[in-house]
């Protein structure tokens, strides 16, 4: 039985994807989460794995290109600005219809910015990870358990549908230490992947991996093809957690290291005779539109809270669709709500504060 251990959320995200398969890993330092690709560096050669830092990050991405058409496991890892200087990579494997696992663990923007928590990349990584259309899947972890069981679920959900996805964290999360629960080291078995440019030893054809499509009709069909596939994992892969949500009058809706401020809110409002619920989406893509939905009934108002001036804010709005108001409360450049700030904006919506 797997057993309980202290680690740094980048630390714990590095030995998660090496438990679930991964042997590849090319990346570029920057802080906050350079410990994830120091971690790989020690520990892929003691397995058989490839570590490479690369000359730059788009390099790297490049790299993870290369060896995810082959249908290995591969994952790079960046912050903020290195981010943005991978999107053209991924925009190619998008199109390419490539799985990996990227992890941002974000800091302050724009341009250099500050290296503090922050998580104003969410319209980067929902609304514009590369150039033309395509999703990445996008998972929001709140604690680094969840960091650590949401790498597995990340790799075997973009093996299912062969595309790219993305952890989007931030330094608050990887540089946190919790005790973690991180499975057995054993050999994952890992799906077959007949599309894979492995080597055909003369038993089938060549699988070619591909973006560039010259004839305008031949592209526009394959991006249809793939909005299908998208609409099927808005209907089947989004991920929520609905916390005091059934009779909630104030829900507020957080994800990541925010919302554990705010569950701390909702709960003292509760002890303070307020209706307050939490929804934390856990994918930011596909976003949980129906979880917002189903809370409408008996709620009276909305409270969007993030460290941004106010991004995620867009999808509960589309989500809510006029039903009800939704204000927002944050904080950016890498300054943290309190639980304390939280309640207030839950006082005032409830007209006790002004």
């Not at 799985?99 to 503090?116: E, F, K, M």
């Amino acid at each position: 039985m797997a057993e309980r251990v202290l680690m740094k959320g980048n630390e714990a995200l590095a030995e998660a994807a090496i438990q679930a398969g991964c042997r590849n890993f090319f990346g570029y330092p920057i802080t906050p989460q350079t410990e994830l690709a120091a971690y790989m560096a020690k520990r892929m050669p003691k397995i058989g794995g490839t570590y490479l830092q690369a000359e730059s990050e788009v390099a790297a991405i490049n790299m993870v290109l290369g060896a995810a058409s082959t249908g290995v496991r591969v994952m790079t890892s960046s912050s903020s600005p290195g981010i943005s200087l991978k999107t053209e990579g991924i925009s190619y494997m998008a199109g390419s219809d490539l799985p990996a696992l990227i992890i941002n663990v974000q800091r302050g923007g724009p341009g250099l910015g500050g290296i503090q928590p922050s998580q104003a990349d969410y319209w980067q990584a929902t609304r514009a990870p590369g150039h033309g259309d395509l999703h990445v899947l996008v998972f929001a972890p709140s604690s680094v358990q969840e960091m650590v069981d949401l790498v597995s679920h990340a790799y075997d959900t973009a093996d299912k549908y062969r595309m790219p996805a993305m952890i989007l964290a931030d330094g608050m999360l990887g540089q946190m230490m919790e005790p973690v629960v991180i499975g057995q080291e054993e050999e994952k078995e890992l799906p077959e992947k007949e599309w894979a440019a492995n080597g055909h030893e003369f038993k089938r054809d060549h699988n070619i991996i591909n973006s560039l499509y010259l004839q305008a009709q031949d592209l526009e069909r394959l991006v249809k093809e793939r909005f299908e596939r998208y609409e099927v994992i808005k209907q089947n892969e989004a991920m929520c957690e609905n916390y005091m949500v059934d009779d909630a009058e104030y829900v507020i809706v957080s994800y990541g290291a925010t919302s554990r401020i705010c569950k701390a809110a909702v709960r003292e409002a509760r002890e303070q005779g307020i209706k307050a619920g939490l929804i934390r989406p856990i994918t930011l893509w596909p976003f949980p539109t129906e979880d917002i939905i189903k809370s409408i009934p008996n709620a009276k108002k909305y409270l969007c809270v993030e460290m941004s001036m106010g991004q995620m804010i867009d999808d509960v709005k589309l989500a809510l669709n006029g039903a009800r108001e939704c204000d927002f409360f944050g904080h950016t450049g890498g300054i943290i709500p309190t639980p304390e700030e939280v309640l207030s904006e839950i006082k005032k919506m409830a007209g006790g504060e002004k």
